[in-house]
């Protein structure tokens, strides 16, 4: 059955070209080079390696009154010119429903496409509830995110438009003074692919506002793990200030904890906008991962500018710092508006630091990736 997604959302698509839908994707080619040190993790993979990816979001949605349906689909192919492929694209590791095909799994490629989006969304006057495949984002981190527990980005991700979702009950109530308590439940399966209660997630959170401070308070449990988090938001003078601590009871019984803050600031330099952040992270684990990158120590920082050389260009320099060991990554991106609807973005990520060091193994990087939207 899965090998016909791509036939049956055509159709769905196409049939409804003329009729009330409103029908939207994007097309995107990538290219990425990597340089690994020999004696890198992932020494077993060879040291030069280039790939090039093929993606494409076909984007489907229909409203009814109070009622909305939304349809992505999602299919990427990638190819590598050697004879070794490190690729994420994978199944729904965990997912209640498995709505991805993979026709194509080789050595040096794979096409992998899938519902990436599939949900209906009530939205009453106070009250707004969302079942299916969906994406959340909690949290205030830029690079380093601590509460937003669902797919979060690696800080160094080119592209960013959206989250893999994750089949999930979603429910949102207004209060009458603008507070607002979200709930949700996020079925998942175990490792023999039998709905487990310990694997999925159930989470409350709390959003209000008091004296010019928003704050965000979640109380949640996932993958048998309880959590428990709070997040500042104020403006300080005309920067913004933002603060998320999270606790987590560990497997030996103690308590975890870890936090992430930042302070961001708006500029003209030189009759060129600015925009700069300085953020620091802890983590009392030192075993975090983030979309995918290694984060093994306690203590990082990170800082960015965004400048607009050009109405249609601008400039990212940022670095990530591990502050144990000096080691980090220069972290450089060019985005290009091309057109009305085309842009171009180039990244290149340099690390530095000893040969031991926590970023010094993890290899020289360029990506490419140019995106047209229709």
Do not use: C
């Given at each position: 059955m899965k090998r016909y997604l791509l036939f049956i959302f055509l159709t769905v698509f196409?049939?409804?070209?003329s009729a009330d839908w409103l029908n939207r994707g994007y097309l995107k080619y990538g290219f990425s080079f990597?340089?690994?040190?020999?004696?890198?993790?992932?020494?077993?993979?060879?040291?030069?390696?280039?790939?090039?990816?093929?993606?494409g979001r076909l984007m489907t949605e229909k409203s009814w009154s109070s009622i909305t349906v939304a349809?992505?689909?999602?299919?990427?192919?990638?190819?590598a010119l050697q004879d070794s492929l490190d690729s994420s694209l994978d199944a729904d590791p965990g997912n209640l429903f498995d709505l991805t095909a993979i026709p194509v799994d080789?050595?040096?490629?794979?096409?992998?496409?899938r519902f990436d989006r599939l949900y209906a969304h009530y939205r009453g006057k106070n009250i707004s509830i969302k079942a299916g495949r969906q994406a959340l984002t909690w949290g205030h981190g830029m690079m380093f995110q601590v509460m937003d527990i669902f797919n979060p980005f690696s800080p160094v991700a080119l592209d960013t438009d959206y989250k893999n979702g994750n089949?999930?009950?979603?429910?949102?109530?207004?209060?009458?003074?603008?507070?607002?308590?979200?709930?949700?439940?996020?079925?998942?399966?175990?490792?023999?692919g039998d709905l487990a209660i310990d694997s999925s997630a159930f989470a409350t959170k709390f959003h209000g506002l008091l004296f010019e401070t928003d704050f965000d308070i979640l109380i949640a449990r996932n993958n048998n793990i309880e959590l428990a988090a709070i997040g500042l938001a104020r403006p300080i003078r005309q920067s913004m200030w933002r603060?998320?601590?999270?606790?987590?009871?560990?497997?030996?019984?103690?308590?975890?904890?870890?936090?992430?803050?930042?302070?961001?600031?708006?500029?003209?330099?030189?009759?060129?906008?600015?925009?700069?952040?300085?953020?620091?992270?802890?983590?009392?684990?030192?075993?975090?991962?983030?979309?995918?990158?290694?984060?093994?120590?306690?203590h990082y920082a990170a800082t960015?500018?965004?400048?607009?050389?050009?109405?249609?260009?601008?400039?990212?320099?940022?670095?990530?710092?591990?502050?144990?060991?000096?080691?980090?990554?220069?972290?450089?991106?060019?985005?290009?508006?091309?057109?009305?609807?085309?842009?171009?973005?180039?990244?290149?990520?340099?690390?530095?630091?000893?040969?031991?060091?926590?970023?010094?193994?993890?290899?020289?990087?360029?990506?490419?990736?140019?995106?047209?939207?229709?």
């Open positions: 196409f049939s409804t070209a990597l340089d690994m040190p020999f004696d890198s993790p992932t020494s077993g993979l060879e040291d030069q390696q280039i790939y090039q990816r093929f993606g349809a992505h689909y999602d299919i990427q192919y990638i190819f080789q050595a040096n490629q794979q096409l992998v496409h089949d999930m009950l979603y429910g949102e109530w207004l209060t009458s003074r603008g507070d607002d308590v979200q709930v949700l439940y996020v079925p998942r399966n175990n490792a023999e603060l998320d601590v999270l606790t987590n009871y560990l497997a030996e019984g103690e308590l975890g904890y870890s936090f992430v803050t930042n302070l961001d600031y708006s500029w003209v330099w030189l009759n060129h906008n600015v925009y700069g952040f300085v953020e620091y992270m802890y983590d009392s684990e030192g075993q975090r991962i983030q979309g995918g990158l290694p984060l093994l120590k306690h960015s500018l965004r400048i607009e050389l050009h109405p249609l260009v601008n400039f990212s320099p940022s670095i990530i710092s591990s502050l144990e060991d000096n080691s980090g990554l220069f972290y450089l991106t060019v985005y290009y508006d091309w057109m009305q609807d085309l842009n171009a973005s180039l990244g290149a990520i340099i690390p530095y630091g000893e040969k031991n060091a926590s970023f010094s193994q993890a290899g020289k990087s360029f990506q490419f990736l140019i995106s047209a939207y229709f």
